[in-house]
């Protein structure tokens, strides 16, 4: 007789459900909800954690579509590097779990250095032109979506829930130039609190030590300079912005609901 899961992991279980995507028991200790059982435990539990084989079938699916998107993801990726003012680039949404359908874009998460943002914004746009995903498309098939934006002194959250714990620890670093991921996750260790496997082994090779970006950039973009920017591309986006967020340190793009894991 099969032994009943203890509800933290019945929640992750279900909570992975909602985007199609079962767990392995390796997975499942990873991503557990609130508790810190081990992997020992979670390895001999009577549990059947892939009783629906329609969903197996649809994860090795789309791990085959996200590797054309992998493809894709990188090759921009690297070329965003002529941008001095840009920190790091992540991928984020579907494509960090290589959980994509066919049709999906491309999520993709910009950090620049203080007072640069949407300075840097104008630019990449027009740089990723063919490539990204253009306002008002319904659908936009392995085009580059930049939907999230952060400078460095905007790194902690302010929204604490735990899909944004799931999306900050599912966030993959397609290049960082000066070791921000570390800042970021110390920056949000609160999402500890909702996965503290998945925030423990994320930060376990890190010391944790807070850098200077302003060093590493031949220039810096006045903050007079990104206020401009930030105003002029507000007044365009306002007539259209309904759930986005925005701030001259940062920039939520992200539709409601679109977020897999």
């Not at 930049?146 to 002194?153: H, I, M, S, Y």
């Not at 401009?228 to 539709?255: C, D, N, W």
């Amino acid at each position: 007789m099969a032994s009943p899961l203890p509800p933290s992991l019945r929640k992750t279980l279900d909570y992975f459900a909602k985007y199609n995507y079962p767990l392995t028991a390796d997975e499942l200790w990873f991503w557990q909800h609130g508790t810190r059982i081990s992997k020992f435990k979670i390895r001999n539990l009577n549990s059947n954690f892939k009783s629906q084989i329609s969903n197996w079938q649809l994860r090795r699916q789309r791990e085959k579509f996200s590797q054309v998107k992998w493809k894709i993801a990188k090759k921009v990726g690297e070329s965003l590097r002529i941008f001095p003012t840009i920190a790091a680039v992540y991928v984020t949404g579907a494509l960090a779990m290589n959980n994509c359908p066919k049709d999906d874009d491309i999520d993709i998460m910009i950090i620049t250095s203080p007072n640069t943002l949407w300075v840097t914004r104008f630019f990449v746009n027009l740089f990723l032109w063919r490539y990204r995903r253009l306002p008002g498309q319904t659908s936009a098939p392995n085009k580059i979506c930049p939907n999230l934006w952060l400078d460095t002194r905007n790194l902690k959250l302010e929204i604490r829930n735990l899909r944004v714990a799931h999306e900050i620890l599912q966030a993959k670093v397609l290049w960082d130039r000066a070791s921000v991921h570390q800042q970021f996750l110390h920056s949000n260790s609160w999402v500890s609190r909702y996965l503290p496997v998945a925030y423990r082994e994320s930060t376990k090779n890190f010391k944790f030590k807070i850098l200077s970006l302003n060093s590493n950039f031949k220039f810096q973009i006045s903050n007079l300079l990104n206020i401009i920017f930030f105003t002029l591309q507000y007044l365009y986006m306002k007539p259209k912005m309904t759930s986005e967020r925005v701030g001259l340190g940062f920039a939520f793009f992200h539709p409601r609901g679109k977020i897999r894991s």
